[in-house]
């Protein structure tokens, strides 16, 4: 089994920064994407970023692009994604997600990610 364990969230001011960590362990951990996604209570959840684990490819959502970063280190299992220049559509729980295998694609759909971290708060304000 695999656990996935967000941490980095908060409260912040709109045009601070916040970076988001997410630690993966269990089942010798080698995902073929790591995502993050978002949810505002009472609408869909919404695509954030991918990054490939291999090659450390990276693809974001217009609505964070030039503002968010994807990363990963894959000697710590770990996940990052840096938001800079938060503005307060931001708030939301914010989820990494980890997709065990697929091909040479970014995975922007939630439903097809097989292993879940619990979230974790972002809140900006305005």
């Known amino acids: 089994q695999v656990q996935l364990v967000e941490s980095g969230g908060g409260l912040v001011q709109a045009g601070g920064s916040l970076r988001l960590s997410c630690a993966g362990s269990g089942r010798a951990f080698s995902p073929h994407s790591m995502g993050w996604f978002r949810q505002v209570p009472g609408k869909e959840r919404e695509f954030v970023a991918v990054?490939?684990?291999?090659?450390?490819?990276?693809w974001h959502a217009d609505s964070v692009k030039g503002r968010f970063t994807i990363s990963r280190d894959n000697a710590q299992n770990t996940v990052y994604l840096q938001m800079n220049s938060l503005k307060p559509e931001d708030t939301a729980v914010y989820y990494c997600?980890?997709?065990?295998?697929?091909?040479?694609?970014?995975?922007?759909?939630?439903?097809?990610?097989?292993?879940w971290g619990q979230g974790t708060q972002v809140t900006v304000s305005s």
């Open positions: 997600a980890a997709k065990w295998s697929g091909g040479r694609y970014f995975y922007t759909d939630g439903n097809t990610y097989d292993y």
């Open positions: 990054v490939t684990w291999s090659t450390g490819s990276t």
